[in-house]
Each structure stands twice: as C-alpha cells, then as structure tokens.
C-alpha cells in the first residue's frame, strides 16, 4: 500500500458501516487500509488489541485475512473469532478484553456485497466517524508496528448467554429459519439447549444464500418458514438475515409480526420489570406502539431510524429496551444493550412460554390499525434530502397538521399519519402511511402523493 494513504470509493462509507460491491466499490485494498486506519486509531488511544469475526459470504474470509494484516501492522493484538454472526462480535467486545471490535459483513444485502461493521470503545462508530475514518486512509498517517494474532472461540459463552433469556414454562414448536446466514450454527446448537420442538431449517451457512434473499423484513422472503410452521403445527417462526441482527417472525397462522408489533409484545415483559422505564422506536414505528408503550406505563421515545443511531440513545437514556421496524430489537434487560436477533428470538419465544395465548393470540391483543408497508422509491442521491425538506416547507403552511421532523417528516392528522424520509443506506425516499380505517389510509396516500408530485416525483401505486 503507498505511503502517500488509500483512497475509498466514496459510495462505500455508509451512514452506520463501510460497505460496497466486492470487486467493483470494494476490494482487499480496502480491507487492509481498514485495518491499517482502524488499528492506529485504537493504537494511539492507548489501545492494545481488536476482536475481528466474519460472516458466511464467499468473499469474507479474503477480506478478513487482509483486514487482520492491516491491524496486526499497527503493533495491535487481533483476536480472530472466526465465522459468527454481528452480534456474536458484539458479545467478543463485552466478554475479551479489546479495544475495538470488527464485523466483516454484507449484512441482509444481496452475496456480491459485503463490508465492515466497527465497535470502537464500547459504542457504535458511524456517522461523522466513518467520514473521519475515510479521511484518515487517504492522509496514510499509520503506526508501524508488529502485532500479534490469536484465535478466541467465544462460541460456548456466547450460546449459554443467549440460553439465559428462556425460562418459559410450557414447551413449544418452533420453526427457526437462519437463511444459510452466520447465525445458522449458532441456532443449530442453541436449540439442542431449549425445551420443546425446535425444526431448524436453512442451517447450512452458504453465501450464496441458496434458499431466499437473507432480510427476514421482506415478506416474500418468508414464504418457506411459513410452509414449515403450518407443515410441523408450530406456534410460531422465526428467521434471520445474513449476519444475525435482524428478526423477522411469523405465528401460527401464518402472520408476519413486523419490529413495531414485536417490541410492543416484549415491552409488556420488559415494563413489568422497569415499570416507567424510556422504550425507543423509530419513526417509521406505527402509533400503536407508542400508545402501547404509555398504556403499559412506559416513556415512548421516538428516534431517528438506524440501528446506530438507537444503540447511542438506548445507552444515554439507561432504556431497556428498543426496536426498529427493520428487525433490529435491542435488549438492556438481561443483556447488553445491541441488536442480536438470536437473543431477540430467545426473548420472544420466553414471552410467549409464559404466557397461556399463543403467539397469534398476543397478536391479536393488540389494537388493529390499517397501513402500509414500507415504501421505498427510487430518488437521486443529491436529491432526495432536498425533496424532503421541500415537502416540510410546504406543510409550514396547512392548517391542521402535526410535524415531526425527528427523522424526515411524520405528519399526524384527524385521519392518521404518513411519513416521508430519505435513506441514509439506500438512494431512495421511504415512506409509510396508518390510519384507522381503510378510507382515511386513502386519504393520507393521496396527500403524500400530491405533496410528492409537487417535488416533481412520481409515486407508484400502493
């Protein structure tokens, strides 16, 4: 690598990791100036040592073989953790004694992606740090030194830790769908330590992903995890992205239970134990989750959407517990604090063993609202955040409308609400709209789609 420092393809330094097209956006190169970037900057904190694992992708263990050369020539310590999903990384950080730790991972993105995913002193690195980072490789301003590299198997840790969430007390029949992802393995074993049925199925870690598209939000994508549930009788499902952070389930008959419905079920569990305590969503949550939350005694606290974002404020405001309504579910209670869908996954299988209802039934307890899924629509880079802020200026001006501009607008009106945001990960604008009732969901579809026109966007039907 020149001296003169290492030049990022821009499109890979994302809002919450660096990420890109292996091959095209992102190569070896990259990994080992991440290395080399990361490992001087724990390196001249009077850091001593990095926990690095990766994830089941074909192009994985390359990246990390190069990302290990980069910190390791720093004078650091790597402690390899070899093949695990995220939130196994995340627990190495907890439990070994480093300064950093290190995902390799194209997360729930198709098999030619991939990336990295950094924990640096204990939090989330993103954002401006991730600005900084690329800024720092291309100055090439690295430490020399000779480092050192052991491997740490933290699985038998990592399983028990996951197997302390459940102490429910009537067996069940699961269905657990890992989508040939890193947690495939994890789950194989786990379930050989939990009472009741458990069918595992897409356990074989291949990142080609063989079976379905590994992002358990996608409706479609659970179409063989609902065929095993009503095949085997189960009480419910569970599935995984390619990296383990992501929950996705389905009950008894079939039904997805979306992030907002999920976290207003754990929220019952958790708030018996921290009556009044702050429960995080973000903004694309629906309000019957944060209606929920205050029926059950709980702060409701709306956050802007990205699992970063969330860890940073969950750990500012001492919450036990928040969620995404892309799957990302974070525990305190009992836990650490991030996103680990397995733990997710052991959390909600407890709820339901403890309780009389079944899954469906939990369900079917909470309020009924009408609304869409999350739409997402394709927007030019430089300017989708300008679309936004020129729908936000508009509804300056109208009459008996609500604005949240936490994350985008989130405009609340006698009918419901709609949102409008941009992507941080993705060029696009997402937007969702609930309301009570099927006429007044049309009639928030229709304002956003004239708000939209009058930016010169085009909104497909939905």
């Known amino acids: 690598m020149p001296a003169s420092g290492h030049q990022f393809d821009p499109v890979i330094l994302r809002e919450y990791d660096i990420r ?11 990994a080992l100036a991440v290395g080399r970037t990361l490992g001087t900057i724990v390196a001249r904190g009077g850091g001593r040592s990095v926990a690095i694992a990766y994830d089941g ?14 910190i390791s020539a720093c004078g650091l310590m790597v402690r390899r953790i070899g093949l695990a999903p995220t939130p196994a990384m995340y627990f190495a950080t907890k439990v070994l004694d480093v300064d950093a730790g290190v995902m390799v991972t194209g997360s729930h993105n198709p098999s030619n992606y991939n990336g990295f995913k950094i924990n640096l002193g204990g939090r989330p690195f993103w954002g401006q740090d991730i600005q900084c980072f690329g800024e720092a ?18 699985r038998k840790e990592y399983i028990a830790k996951l197997r302390s969430g459940y ?51 996608v409706e479609a994508n659970l179409a063989q995890l609902k065929d095993a549930v009503q095949e085997n009788g189960a009480e419910l499902g569970v599935a995984f992205d390619g990296d383990g952070d992501r929950l996705g389930a389905i009950d008894g008959r079939g039904r997805v239970l979306w992030g907002d419905q999920l976290l207003a079920l754990l929220a019952r569990d958790v708030l018996a134990r921290h009556p009044g305590a702050p429960i995080l969503a973000d903004v694309k949550a629906s309000q019957m989750l944060f209606d929920e939350v205050a029926r059950l005694g709980g702060q409701p606290v709306m956050c802007p959407t990205g699992h970063s974002i969330i860890k ?12 995404e ?35 469906a039934e939990l369900r079917d307890q909470l309020p009924a609202m009408v609304n869409t899924p999350e739409i997402r629509i394709d927007a030019d880079e430089a300017r989708k955040f300008k679309i936004v802020e ?11 409308r609500s604005v949240n501009d936490t994350d985008g607008v989130r405009v609340t009106t006698d009918d419901g609400w709609w949102l409008l945001r941009a992507s941080n990960t993705q060029s696009s604008l997402v937007l969702r709209c609930e ?28």
């Not at 291309?138 to 590299?149: H, K, L, Q, Y």
């Not at 009570?436 to 939905?462: N, T």
């Open 312 to 323: 940073d404020r969950m750990a500012r405001l001492n919450a036990p517990l928040a969620g």
């Open 167 to 217: 102490n429910g007390r009537r067996d069940l029949t699961v269905v657990w769908d890992p989508g040939n992802g890193a947690a495939g393995e994890i789950v194989a074993d786990l379930v050989e330590r939990l009472p009741g049925r458990h069918i595992v199925i897409n356990a074989v870690i291949d990142g080609t992903f063989p079976a379905h598209h590994p992002d358990p939000t």
């Open 57 to 70: 992708r074909t192009t994985s263990p390359e990246l990390e073989a190069a990302l290990v050369d980069g």
């Open 390 to 400: 020129e729908v936000k200026s508009r509804l300056a001006d109208m009459a008996g």
């Open 435 to 462: 309301a009570g009732d099927e006429a007044a969901l049309e009639r928030l579809k229709s304002e956003i789609r004239e708000q939209l026109s009058m930016s010169g966007v085009a909104l497909p039907e939905f």
């Open 325 to 359: 309504m892309s799957g990302h579910l974070f525990f305190a209670d009992g836990y650490f604090g991030y996103d680990d869908a397995v733990y997710a996954a052991v959390r909600l299988l407890n709820l339901v063993a403890s309780s009389d209802a079944t899954l």
């Open 20 to 30: 890109g097209i292996v091959g095209e956006s992102l190569t070896a190169m990259d």
């Open 137 to 154: 490789a291309a100055r090439g301003d690295w430490i020399d030194g000779d480092g050192s590299v052991e491997d740490v198997d933290v």
